[in-house]
């Protein structure tokens, strides 16, 4: 590690070594386009293609917590070659992310908190995180278009670059529908709205029966009181997708760069979180909660919110 610290550290405007990885990624989702758009379909290729979609999708959350580079320009480049790959702009993460979601910690006035009566009520199971997704689109579009028409009052340049990525997100989605509609189905659109679902749908893993009831600063701080209002996940996940499944962690340090945070999980939060909610692996839990849970009801989850507090 010592030695690809040292080979990558003057990498010229990155502000973490580590974000050689998330350099990786964005190169490789539009070569695995390219490649397939000329040769064709290859199924191995295209799993993989649908996997860099997810961490398309971390490095938006992570570059909204933590800017990739030193340099103003070159993470406002970073920013427009997001809103392409991912396939929706990026400025969306800080009303919805950061403003709403990181605010409330999926508390009564998280827009997109799981256990509301409009989504179902406290679920966690297959339809509900197959769902998720649609029914947090539908709450904070609305909150988009609101904070939306306050920028473009109080700071219009801001307004301007924000509608901007969503000139570039249309544009490039009627380029390649164009050149070849059912190509670009294939390989551009599909893959992305894989990619959307899937980083709305982990809210609902890292939520779903969680205890979302609202903790003053002081319990936050000490480091004895409970926080249980996210799951964390181990496995392979982490290093895959930049430690992601490290929930607990991240919401208590938002701007602490992402390879800190199995760190600061073993370290500071790992004991103060339910055994419940302290999982070995993604891929288990969602074969064991989603699919074996639908015929045997020991291998679902207990919701940690009382039922007075659903709402």
Known sequence: MGLMQHAFAGLPG???WRDVQSLAYLVALPLLVAWQWHNG?????????????????????NHTHLRMWRGRWVNRVTDYVLTVLQGHPTFVFWPAHVGNHHRFRHGP????????????GDTNNLWGYLVHPLQAAWVLYPLFVRWLLRLRLSAPGA???CMGQYVLWVGSWAFFLV??????????IVPQLHGLH???????????HADGRPLSR????????ALNYARNFQGWVNPLLFNIGLHTAHHEHPQAH?????????????????????????LAYMGRVFVLGLVWPKARTQSLLPPQDIC
């Open 198 to 208: 899937w980083l709305l749908a982990t809210n609902y893993l890292q939520h779903a």
């Open 179 to 188: 050149l070849d509609w059912q190509k670009a189905l294939l390989f551009v």
């Open 109 to 120: 006035q998280d827009l997109a908190r799981t256990y509301q009566p409009a989504f179902g």
């Open 41 to 61: 379909f290859v199924w191995w290729l295209y799993a993989a293609l649908l996997f860099l979609t997810l961490g398309i999708g971390v490095i938006h959350h």
């Open 218 to 225: 002081a319990q936050r701080q000490s480091p004895h009181a």
């Open 14 to 16: 990155l502000r973490h």
């Open 258 to 282: 992402w390879s800190d945070l199995q760190r600061l999980h073993r370290e500071h939060y790992q004991h103060r979180v339910a055994p419940a909610l302290n999982e070995a692996g993604l």
């Open 159 to 161: 307004f301007r670059y």
